[in-house]
């Protein structure tokens, strides 16, 4: 049965709860135990998948079709193993699963309330697979003392009053802030946080305590007595230049140590973090830089595109260079033109809905076309390469998508990108119409794609005849207008096991332009680059003549 691991927040948001879990798992996994990660999110949408990029950041999509938060994509990266459905739950998917229970009878006519109901449904999703794992790693979004997370610490404490004692430990993080006047740490935030905790039932058992600045043994110690923890379970977590660091600074820092010693596992297996310190080596030591555009209509906020900041890094450690990736709006193409993209050793255009900024990614795709400059399209970037082709190759000029169509509410294009209305996904058919709800009706998870013999994606993937990528969409390219495309030189490199949908295009005869339905920087890990992106940095170095 697995020992458990609770990590909550305090004092603010954002302190990296989700890169301490990731690291955390990282480090028992280098002393030879298995770990899974969870994340509890206490928001009431049922999933991220509705969610605007600008109000939550990237929706991270598993290998079953699950529309999750962006913090399971640390959790892939740092440890390699793979999410499922069951690792992301949110309020609303409690309520929901709670009601549609009491609706079926389940409680015998029972007056339903948060406890007992609402806290069992918790538990029992906490509890899902413990057997397969030695360590299971359980997030809990928000900070302590939010209203909506109070279910969830209620759940928690009675889940652990409910197994063997030293069976599950907590772990909180906080913040020290810095008063520049006093010149003085303060510790009397995380003391409050601890306090709050405290009230509802829960003590932890680590602290990790973020700080722009060293923090003094005697400010641990302070810490340690007032909030009742020993002295080597207060550990600094200080801001890093790349988050890859995290696992050997938090193992410098004594952090899987002292949640060892919190389970009193002693002796505890050595470390091998040999894996990380090629990392950092590969990090540290760069040889050159590629400069990198990324045209898209969420560049406000980085976190939109997290999965392809980090897979354009790991596309930079496989080939031991440096990434600067800039993110250009796409809409500043459409108004002040393509010479904006000047000087880039490549262009990649991320996925994305609507219709905004759509007309500056099909100029993202011509010049690329036309200058011979490397090009990955990525879902929505995919369809805006056929577009393109479609207008300016193939005698298509009013050549456009459906869905930009749908939201305008009248017909305007040829629809060389249509709303997908039925597919495989394993041995059944799935249907859809365009006024189904939109939460959780696209094409979502891993799907297989043919790939053609002899083509680049093909050699990008060792000659291998198909690949595996996790889909994002209800947008598709038309097949029936594949003839006329492959004739004006744009060829469909990838389709779907039955032939029906287009998953790969690429120019045979331009140095490297993909475009790809999926999005293969779902599954990029540092130490194992997506081919795809590994493949795109290499191109872009030939471009920057560093090869």
């Known amino acids: 049965m697995a020992r458990y691991i609770f990590i909550t927040g305090g004092v603010v948001s954002s302190l990296g709860k989700g890169l301490a879990s990731a690291a955390l798992g990282a480090l028992l996994q280098a002393r030879g135990f298995t770990v899974r990660l969870r994340k509890l999110d206490p928001y009431l949408n049922v999933d991220p998948g509705t969610m605007s990029p600008f109000e939550h950041g990237e929706v991270f999509v598993t290998d079953d079709g699950a529309e999750t938060d962006l913090d399971l994509g640390h959790y892939e990266r740092f440890t ?24 079926r009878g389940e409680y015998l006519g029972k007056t339903i309330q948060v406890i007992p109901h609402v806290t069992n449904e918790i538990k029992d999703f906490i509890g899902i697979g413990e057997d397969e794992v030695d360590f299971m790693l359980c997030e809990i979004g928000g900070t302590v003392g939010d209203i909506e997370g109070l279910p969830f610490f209620e759940a928690i404490r009675q889940f652990t009053h409910e197994r063997p004692r030293g069976q599950c430990i907590l772990m909180h993080l906080t913040l020290l802030p810095y008063l520049a006047a006093s010149g003085e740490l303060k510790t009397k935030p995380t003391q409050h946080s601890v306090k709050e905790l405290q009230s509802i039932g829960l003590a932890p058992d680590v602290l990790v305590c973020r700080s722009e600045h060293p923090i003094p043994e005697k400010e641990r110690a302070k810490i340690a007595l ?3 923890v020993r002295p080597d379970a207060v550990i600094p977590a200080y801001d890093l230049k790349s988050i890859y660091e995290a696992p050997l600074a938090y193992h410098r820092a004594g952090l899987d ?25 590969r990090l540290d030591n760069a040889e050159g830089q590629v400069n990198i555009a990324v045209v898209g209509k969420y560049t406000q906020l980085e976190d939109a595109y997290k999965s392809i900041a980090e897979a354009l890094t790991h596309g930079g450690m496989a080939n031991r260079v440096r990434v600067k990736a800039d993110w250009v709006d796409s809409e500043q193409l459409e108004g002040e033109g393509a010479h904006l993209l000047d000087g880039y050793h490549g262009i990649i255009v991320p996925g994305g809905f609507g219709e905004r900024g759509t007309e500056g990614m099909i100029t993202a795709a011509k010049y ?19 577009i393109e082709a479609a207008r300016n190759l193939a005698d298509m000029p009013d050549a456009g998508s459906e869905e930009f169509d749908h939201e305008a509410g009248k017909t305007r294009f040829t629809p060389v990108v249509y709303h997908l209305k039925e597919w495989v996904q394993g041995n059944y058919t799935v249907q859809r119409k365009v006024g189904d709800d939109k939460g959780g009706t696209m094409r979502l998870g891993a799907y297989t794609a043919m790939l053609a013999e002899g083509s680049k994606i093909s050699e990008i993937y060792g000659g291998a005849t198909e690949m595996e990528d996790r889909h994002r969409h209800r947008y598709e390219v038309d097949a029936k207008y594949r003839e006329a495309l492959e004739a004006a030189g744009l060829s469909f490199s990838g389709m779907s096991p039955d032939g029906k949908l287009p998953e790969v295009i690429e120019y045979r005869d331009h140095p490297w332009f993909i475009g790809v339905q999926s999005h293969p920087e779902l599954k990029s890990k540092p130490f194992d680059p997506a081919p795809l992106f590994a493949g795109f940095v290499r191109a872009a170095m030939e471009e920057g003549r560093l090869v």
């Open 257 to 281: 140590r002292a949640v060892l010693d919190a389970f009193a596992i002693s002796p505890a297996p050595r470390p091998d973090l040999s894996k990380w310190e090629d990392v950092m080596d």
């Open 80 to 103: 390699g193993v793979a999410a499922r459905r069951t690792d992301s739950v949110s309020s609303g998917r409690i309520y929901s699963n709670v009601l549609e229970k009491e609706r």
């Open 368 to 386: 690329a076309r036309e200058k011979d400059v490397p090009y990955l399209g990525i879902c929505l970037g995919m369809q805006m390469a056929v």
């Open 226 to 228: 007032f909030c009742n």
